[in-house]
């Protein structure tokens, strides 16, 4: 980083940011792919056997180190949407709230509508194969209809500092409950500035006591998860800091901190301690900045660089890979069986490889779909790949 410019580093800055997009993407399917796991101090079976290896892997893979992709995107996000927005106007802030509406709103409108659409539409046709009552359907979409976009789905999420019980929700598309949680901080950025501005680092530290204790506004929209980390990001374009450069000079402290982390959080995976669940909070935030730390690092050394076709086709990933086509099922799915199908799993080997190769599976089928969906319509696709 020595006898680098200004230039240079922005320019690292951004090709460290590409370069990250499509791992976490791949990312996000590890935790949607979510085998059976067992908790180390509770199994009666060696770490060191075929299944305990399985069980490692599946741990660290699915529910551990994935874990980073959503508040990095967050963070990428929050310093985008502020990095060339040094003083406010309200001009400017709409110019951006006109943006986010191709980028982020109307995508996920289309993600979430069309789907439930074609559930309807399956259930209809059971109903003209007697399989399903008329009345059924109608009192389903009357129930159904109003959450399709905020909180269709709900799941327990642990308890906070003072023993709440938490719950999250998400959209029809579960997965775009990220997406909500970022158009809601994205119409909140204007808060977030003055914050910024006026109380500094003070921010920051408030969010952080909220992140950890998770205690919070428990409302469908409003998680300190994005909200933390948006704010960490538009902290870092407000205050001209460059994350590649602040990653690199805390590298020494960032870089053992993730792997002593990573180790706790992958041993003691099941735990419902508060102090686990803080534990594994830290290691997201440490190795958060640790990635981008490593993925500067390749595209120094030549390990690697972005790829426009990967770069561009995260999002329409994202979306597709784990929404249900009725009738189908997912990719997600589909890739699994296939992966099962090609790979004899009659071992713990086998299994380890089908779990490992299925994302990856998943990812491809999603970008054959975006590649021809481009060739056959690209005006349209636009609006489902967040105008990439």
């Known amino acids: 980083m020595q006898g680098k410019s200004d230039m240079d580093l922005k320019k690292l800055q951004s090709s460290t940011i590409d370069l990250l997009r499509f791992p976490l993407a791949i990312m996000v399917i590890f935790i949607h792919t979510a085998p059976e796991v067992f908790n180390f101090t509770q199994t009666n079976f060696s770490l060191f056997s075929g299944r305990g290896f399985y069980n490692l892997v599946c741990i660290i893979f699915s529910h551990v180190l994935p874990h980073i992709a959503v508040p990095a995107f967050y963070m990428i996000s929050g310093f985008l949407f502020f990095l060339n927005f040094q003083h406010w106007s309200w001009d400017g802030y709409t110019n951006k709230i006109k943006s986010r509406i191709k980028t982020l709103i109307v995508p996920y409108l289309l993600w979430n509508l069309i789907p439930f659409i074609l559930l309807i539409?399956?259930?209809?046709?059971?109903?003209?194969?007697?399989?399903?009552?008329?009345?059924?359907?109608?009192?389903?979409?009357?129930?159904?209809?109003?959450?399709?976009?905020?909180?269709?789905?709900?799941?327990?999420?642990?308890?906070?500092?003072?023993?709440?019980?938490?719950?999250?929700?998400?959209?029809?598309?579960?997965?775009?409950?990220?997406?909500?949680?970022?158009?809601?901080?994205?119409?909140?950025?204007?808060?977030?500035?003055?914050?910024?501005?006026?109380?500094?680092i003070f921010v920051l530290l408030l969010l952080f006591i909220a992140y950890l204790s998770n205690v919070w506004i428990q409302s469908p929209g409003f998680n300190i998860l994005a909200l933390f980390y948006f704010s960490i990001g538009a902290f870092f374009a407000l205050n001209h800091i460059n994350i590649v450069l602040f990653a690199r000079k805390?590298?020494?402290?960032?870089?053992?901190?993730?792997?002593?982390?990573?180790?706790?959080?992958?041993?003691?995976?099941?735990?419902?301690?508060?102090?686990?669940?803080?534990?594994?909070?830290?290691?997201?935030?440490?190795?958060?900045?640790?990635?981008?730390?490593?993925?500067?690092?390749?595209?120094?050394?030549?390990?690697?660089?972005?790829?426009?076709?990967?770069?561009?086709?995260?999002?329409?990933?994202?979306?597709?890979?784990?929404?249900?086509?009725?009738?189908?099922?997912?990719?997600?799915?589909?890739?699994?069986?296939?992966?099962?199908?090609?790979?004899?799993?009659?071992?713990?080997?086998?299994?380890?490889?089908?779990?490992?190769?299925?994302?990856?599976?998943?990812?491809?089928?999603?970008?054959?779909?975006?590649?021809?969906?481009?060739?056959?319509?690209?005006?349209?696709?636009?609006?489902?790949?967040?105008?990439?």
Not at 151 to 180: H, S
Not at 305 to 331: D, E, R, W
Not at 335 to 358: D, E, F, K, M
């Open 250 to 388: 805390s590298r020494f402290v960032l870089v053992p901190a993730s792997i002593i982390l990573l180790v706790i959080s992958t041993m003691f995976y099941g735990c419902q301690h508060i102090i686990y669940g803080n534990v594994f909070q830290l290691f997201i935030l440490s190795t958060v900045f640790t990635s981008f730390y490593v993925a500067s690092l390749c595209i120094e050394k030549h390990v690697a660089k972005p790829n426009k076709l990967l770069v561009s086709s995260c999002f329409f990933i994202y979306a597709l890979h784990n929404v249900t086509i009725p009738g189908i099922g997912t990719i997600l799915m589909q890739s699994h069986n296939i992966s099962q199908a090609l790979i004899p799993s009659n071992y713990w080997t086998g299994r380890v490889i089908c779990y490992l190769v299925t994302p990856f599976l998943a990812a491809t089928a999603c970008i054959i779909v975006l590649v021809i969906a481009r060739k056959i319509c690209p005006k349209i696709t636009l609006y489902f790949t967040s105008n990439k």
């Open 121 to 200: 539409i399956y259930m209809l046709v059971g109903v003209y194969k007697e399989e399903e009552s008329l009345s059924s359907v109608l009192h389903f979409i009357q129930a159904k209809f109003i959450h399709v976009f905020y909180d269709y789905n709900m799941w327990k999420a642990g308890v906070n500092w003072f023993g709440e019980k938490l719950m999250l929700t998400g959209p029809y598309n579960l997965p775009l409950w990220f997406l909500r949680d970022l158009i809601v901080v994205t119409f909140l950025s204007p808060l977030i500035y003055y914050a910024i501005k006026k109380f500094r």
